[in-house]
């Protein structure tokens, strides 16, 4: 089972594989916006991935298009919402409460 750490609590989690951040981070009580329920429409969810990128499915459709005009968009952007992990991986939360 893939291994997920979340910045800055430091919370670290198993997660099944196909998961979305997203789901797993509100499963295990990690403070991450998502102010459109996970329809990839607010990028409130926006994402670091500090290590472990090639271990999530790589971005398409919606989400590139959000994440080309997101604000403070970096290399290592993602869309919690929609990112479905396959492996290992360590994320910074950009937006939480
Ligand atoms: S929760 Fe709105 S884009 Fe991810």
Do not use: W, Y
């Not at 997660?15 to 409130?44: K, M, P, Y």
């Amino acid at each position: 089972m893939p291994t997920v750490r979340f910045l800055p609590s430091g919370i670290e989690t198993s997660a099944r594989e196909g998961e979305t951040l997203l789901d797993l981070a509100l499963a295990n009580d990690v403070s991450i916006q998502h102010a459109c329920g996970g329809f990839c429409a607010c990028t409130t969810c926006h994402c670091e991935i500090v290590s472990g990128l090639e271990n999530l499915e790589k971005p398409e459709g919606d989400e590139l298009e959000r994440l080309e005009v997101l604000e403070g968009r970096t290399q290592q952007s993602r869309l919690a919402c929609q990112s479905k992990i396959k492996g290992d991986v360590t994320v910074r939360v950009v937006n939480f409460d």
